[in-house]
């Protein structure tokens, strides 16, 4: 930790950690969501909350970072902002919702004066470690979905868990948020400011051998998180605002899914869905191989 001036410290930002993360099995982590009458963790406390209280078309952009954080508790650091980002954009995608990684700097301002600077406009990676902060952007809902934000000392202290923001957003050259464009948030006393880093610093990241090694570890994390996900979603005191959510690919899932039973592989951590196919025949499927009709849209990210 180096001390700048005028009481302003820099902290180098948290890192990833290697291996691939992995999420607990569903009736450990969703059962508690649909009413299993056993005690809540916070964020497992916060999503329920967001479940049961969150409009149509703020369920998903909502509930999956909660209940990524919730699923992680204990299991991996908090601080891993690269597989927290890339697990949550394949989440958000396999319920066909656009998400898309930003870089960025991040000043923490507290209320009673002084500064704690994270991140950098520059990132770089030292071996396996990643040395920057990420975040989320959902565009199509001009949402900011900053899924570690409690790595963070004081951020951690004031609680509520991950943050999410409306945010007015603009676009240059093909990308989401213009570089240098700042986005700001409140989270109790403190504020906020994240500012965003070019597109170069975003494929430094997800063009460096580490990201590209764990991409299929971080498509078959964000299909379990999403999995909990429509489980906790076709809930019956959720399921008709779910079902009233922008997002055709969840109706669609939400429909083909029903109330079929559910297992995980107790090793990969995978969740299936027990489903009966056009000749009677029942089959355990991954959300992200089960059939839907032609004009349901692809999973997000496309190539």
Not at 25 to 45: C, E, H, I, Q, S
Request: proline share 7%; charged share 20%; net charge neutral.
């Amino acid at each position: 930790m180096s001390k700048q001036k005028q009481g302003k410290k820099h902290r180098t930002p948290q890192k990833r950690v290697q291996g691939r993360s992995s999420v607990p099995r569903p009736r450990a982590a969703v059962g508690v969501l649909a009413g299993g009458g056993l005690p809540l963790p916070g964020n497992m406390k916060q999503t329920a909350t967001l479940l049961e209280h969150a409009k149509p078309d703020q369920l998903v952009e909502l509930v999956l970072p909660h209940l990524w954080a919730a699923l992680v508790d204990g299991r991996i650091p908090a601080n891993v902002c690269v597989d927290a980002c890339m697990t949550l954009r394949n989440a958000y995608g396999q319920l066909g919702v656009r998400a898309e990684l930003l870089a960025v700097d991040l000043l923490v301002q507290r209320k009673g004066g002084g500064t704690t600077h994270y991140g950098s406009l520059t990132p770089s990676w030292t071996g396996t470690s990643w040395n920057g902060h990420c975040v989320l952007v959902l565009p199509d809902s001009e949402r900011f979905v900053d899924a570690t934000v409690e790595q963070f000392d004081e951020v951690r202290e004031v609680g509520h868990g991950p943050l999410v923001g409306k945010v007015t957003l603009s676009t240059h050259d093909g990308f989401v948020v213009e570089p240098g464009a700042q986005v700001v948030l409140q989270r109790g006393d403190l504020m906020l400011t994240y500012t965003v880093a070019g597109p170069e610093a975003v494929a430094s990241i997800v063009e460096h051998p580490e990201a590209v090694a764990h991409a299929e570890g971080h498509h078959h994390t964000g299909v379990n998180v999403a999995s909990f996900a429509l489980i906790a979603l076709r809930d019956e005191g959720v399921r008709g605002r779910a079902m009233q959510a922008p997002h055709p690919r969840l109706r669609a899932l939400l429909r083909a899914v029903g109330d079929a039973p559910y297992e995980a592989d107790e090793e990969g951590g995978g969740v299936k869905f027990r489903l009966t196919d056009q000749t009677g025949q029942e089959q355990w499927l991954r959300l992200d191989e089960i059939p839907l009709p032609a004009s349901v849209p692809a999973a997000w990210p496309r190539s």
